[in-house]
């Protein structure tokens, strides 16, 4: 049996546990048969069983963890049974904040973006995703509350950050979670933010 890794606290590991909440995270992607999912931090793959059960065409899990992505590529591989998994999830060992770029560069469908994420990276995701051409249609992150709470501010509470995001997307907090609901707690609140690009943007 292989041993589960424990959360780094240099990679900013909070595992989400509660299964309303990796519900909550799935049903805001609001996934379409014709769409690929990119999964940031898949960690342990509980966001990634859900993601895999459902319609998406596509599943691309980044996991920047060398003993979590191979624990990750073992578990589907055993798994490898299930009709087209093979041909439908790939498991990428890999720095998002380097590699989701070219990633989402090399796709030929429309995509998603999801991830239960460092706290540190938030900022640098979003900033990366607005600057990207190819936007996804829904992005739905688990974050800081207090970060997801600015991010959703009207304008005369708006920052930089949620400034940035509202050029593109139309943010709302999906919903809030407590620090029980994650592997291990963080001492922070923290929720799920799913935010919905503009159609117009340029």
């Given at each position: 049996m292989t041993e589960i890794p424990k959360a780094k606290k240099s990679l900013g590991q909070h595992f989400l546990i509660n299964k309303k909440a990796l519900l909550c995270v799935a049903e805001s992607l609001a996934i379409m048969p014709e769409e690929t999912v990119?999964?940031?931090?898949?960690?342990?793959?509980?966001?990634?069983?859900?993601?895999?059960?459902?319609?998406?065409?596509?599943?691309?899990?980044?996991?920047?963890?060398?003993?979590?992505?191979?624990?990750?590529?073992?578990?589907?591989r055993s798994v490898g049974t299930t009709e087209g998994l093979a041909d439908r999830l790939t498991v990428t060992e890999g720095d998002a904040l380097k590699d989701l770029v070219p990633i989402i560069e090399s796709l030929t469908t429309?995509?998603?973006?999801?991830?239960?994420?460092?706290?540190?990276?938030?900022?640098?995701?979003?900033?990366?995703?607005?600057d990207i051409e190819k936007k996804p249609l829904r992005t739905v992150f688990t974050i800081q509350k207090e970060v997801a709470l600015r991010i959703c501010a009207t304008v005369s509470d708006m920052n930089r950050l949620s400034a940035c995001v509202q050029i593109w997307?139309?943010?709302?907090?999906?919903?809030?979670?407590?620090?029980?609901?994650?592997?291990?707690?963080?001492?922070?609140d923290s929720a799920i933010i799913a935010i919905e690009t503009k159609k117009d943007v340029p």
């Open positions: 990119i999964e940031i931090g898949a960690g342990h793959g509980e966001l990634t069983d859900m993601l895999v059960a459902s319609p998406a065409k596509k599943i691309i899990a980044i996991e920047k963890d060398h003993a979590l992505a191979e624990l990750l590529k073992e578990k589907y429309p995509y998603v973006l999801a991830g239960n994420i460092p706290y540190y990276i938030t900022g640098y995701l979003l900033r990366i995703v607005g997307g139309t943010p709302k907090i999906a919903m809030k979670l407590k620090p029980t609901d994650f592997n291990p707690p963080p001492t922070i």
